[in-house]
């Protein structure tokens, strides 16, 4: 299983990105798409989930109202859509996938596979 997140960039203050994840190796509605961060000397901060079936979503309160998670597996492909970026928004993004649902989408531990990050850098 392989995990590519894109999409990432630098934006301005109020901008949006739509970050991309690109998954191979795998039956697109087989496994759970969480999003994560990490901002330069801070822990990894879980975002938002999706499920298999992208019936069910989780977001962070840090996010929720600005982010959507989405996901395409015709195209297997889950995507994150953030607008109105703030400053404390840049972080590198992953993405990464694990077999249950979103109930405990903040615990890295329990994702099986993670693709590299795509930096996001809000900025004015």
């Known amino acids: 299983v392989q995990l590519q997140a894109s999409g990432g960039g630098l934006v301005q203050p109020g901008g949006s990105l739509k970050l991309s994840c690109e998954a191979s190796?795998?039956?697109?509605?087989?496994?759970?798409i969480g999003w994560f961060r990490q901002a330069p000397g801070k822990e990894r901060e879980g975002v938002a989930c999706?499920?298999?079936?992208?019936?069910?979503?989780y977001y962070a309160d840090s996010v929720k109202g600005r982010v959507t998670v989405s996901r395409d597996n015709a195209k297997y492909t889950a995507y994150l859509q953030m607008t109105n970026l703030k400053p404390e928004d840049t972080a590198v993004y992953y993405c990464a996938s694990q077999d249950f649902e979103c109930g405990n989408y903040r615990d890295a531990s329990i994702y099986d596979y993670w693709g590299l990050g795509t930096q996001v850098t809000v900025s004015s």
């Open positions: 190796g795998v039956t697109p509605n087989s496994v759970t």
């Open positions: 999706i499920s298999a079936g992208g019936g069910t979503t």
